[in-house]
Nanobody
Framework: QLQLVESGGGLVQPGGSLRLSCEAP????????IGWFRQAPGKEREGVSC????????NYADSVQGRSTISRDNAKKMVYLELNSLKPEDTAVYYC?????????????????WGQGTQVSVSP
């Protein structure tokens, strides 16, 4: 299992943008499928985006489709989730997760490694 660390969360006004980062310090993520999930207060955790190890296949939840981009910088050993046109309903703790293969894109049980999360708050 990897120890994943997220960063980049914060307080932003509606319409603003954030770029979240995910890394396994000192290790490469280029062999892993990476998923981003979020959990809003009082709600279940939900999948937001995921990307294949190659980076060629990406998927976005309807809630962020057109407003987010998942990307990798293998040289920096980082995976990013850029969130644009943020809305108050995007307020949540955002988690990255990693797996080698198997399971549906947003099957939490299929991901072996998780980070501790980074808080995103969208408020005027």
């Amino acid at each position: 299992q990897l120890q994943l660390v997220e960063s980049g969360g914060g307080l932003v006004q509606p319409g603003g943008s954030l770029r979240l980062s995910c890394e396994a310090p000192g290790l490469s993520l280029d062999s892993y499928i990476i998923g981003w999930f979020r959990q809003a207060p009082g709600k279940e955790r939900e999948g937001v985006s995921c990307q294949s190890a190659s980076g060629f296949i990406t998927n976005y939840a309807d809630s962020v489709q057109g407003r987010s981009t998942i990307s990798r910088d293998n040289a920096k050993k980082m995976v990013y989730l850029e969130l644009n046109s943020l809305k108050p309903e995007d307020t949540a703790v955002y988690y990255c997760a990693a797996k080698y293969s198997g399971g549906s894109p947003y099957s939490e049980a299929s991901y072996a490694s998780w980070g501790q999360g980074t808080q995103v708050s969208v408020s005027p």
